[in-house]
């Protein structure tokens, strides 16, 4: 299991296995990717920093929000180091740390965050980049958390369409982007727009992913989605 090839399938093993909901069987592949990467190439290679944001990625999924932070924090700050701070898969990153100062109570930082990522990818990778829209998605939450319901549907309105014109209708991240429209749409009483998204993507949910996948059952209770980033492992 030693051999790198092995260790980035493990990883890739363990990010689809994350998506796909199967979550103990995703940490426990993740958590023992990162344990033997660190033993093998230390803290600060790309390969260690790209398993320990999949890792932070999986304890934030498992309710391990503390650690998660602690570990995406300081992957963040090792990706700025390895990569510059100006590379995108750093900025990538600065999003899930924002992501998850939201999901722990503090929604203006995240935003702060999420905005300075947003404006950097924009700038590197232009509006239509999956690595932008991402942060898009998640700085559209950011501003539905802070009560901001009208700046929040802009943006996720614009964001929807850029999604739809890149990835289809039916990506997942396309689906996750219209699933927390909806809820800004409501929290806007734009009611019939709101419920007509509602019914066409949650029918893209289940031909895309099937009725019993955790993104699928979020849509269908009103749960706001997620966009995180899981770095390529060079």
């Not at 030693?2 to 890739?12: K, N, S």
């Not at 100006?86 to 905005?115: F, I, Q, W």
Request: hydrophobic letters at 40%.
């Amino acid at each position: 299991v030693e051999d790198p090839r092995t260790l980035r399938a493990q990883v890739d093993l363990a990010i689809a296995r994350r998506l796909s909901g199967e979550l103990d069987e995703a940490l426990e592949l993740g958590q023992d990717a990162h344990s033997r990467y660190l033993r093998l190439r230390g803290i600060n290679h790309p390969d260690t920093l790209a398993a320990a944001m999949c890792l932070a990625n999986l304890w934030r999924m498992t309710g391990e929000l503390a650690g998660a932070l602690e570990l995406a924090e300081d992957t963040d700050m090792r990706y700025a180091q390895a990569y510059g701070a100006d590379h995108p898969y750093k900025h990538g990153c600065t999003s899930n740390v924002a992501l998850l100062y939201r999901l722990m109570g503090d929604p203006a930082r995240a935003r702060s965050m999420n905005e300075s990522a947003l404006n950097a990818l924009e700038a590197r990778l232009g509006r239509n980049h999956h690595y932008t829209l991402a942060a898009a998605t998640n700085l559209a939450s950011d501003l539905a958390a802070l009560g901001e319901a009208k700046n929040a549907t802009r943006l996720g309105r614009g964001t929807l369409r850029r999604y739809r014109s890149l990835l289809g209708e039916e990506h997942p991240s396309t689906l996750a982007c219209a699933s927390n429209l909806v809820l800004d749409l409501r929290a806007e009483h734009e009611t019939e727009d709101a419920e007509e998204l509602a019914e066409h993507t949650f029918t893209g949910y289940l031909r895309a992913l099937g009725r019993e996948h955790s993104y699928t059952g979020a849509a269908g209770e009103g749960r706001r989605l997620v966009a995180d980033f899981d770095p390529p492992l060079l």
